[in-house]
């Protein structure tokens, strides 16, 4: 699988602090997936990780959609500390 992100997705990892491991590990080891019921190529995929910067647990959620040949585009980053809301 080959991972790209779109323009809206670099300016959010980069505003966020969000290192390029957490979100390949968030990928592979997602803790939940969400696919879309509108748009079967578009997921959600979360991931609780303990976010440096802020030295406490936060939620990543990654809006992907499938593209050809196995490539997989991050659309936008979320990430936030209200866990219990989003998961």
Known sequence: MKLIFS???KKRI???GIS???IKESLMFPDNVDVSTVD???FLVKKI???EKFRQKHLLMIVCEKEKD???KAVTIIDTSKIDKYF
């Open 70 to 72: 196995e490539v997989v």
């Open 7 to 9: 323009d809206h997705a």
């Open 49 to 51: 990780y303990f976010h």
């Open 40 to 42: 079967k190529n578009r």
């Open 14 to 16: 980069k505003e966020r």
């Open 20 to 22: 390029a491991s957490i």
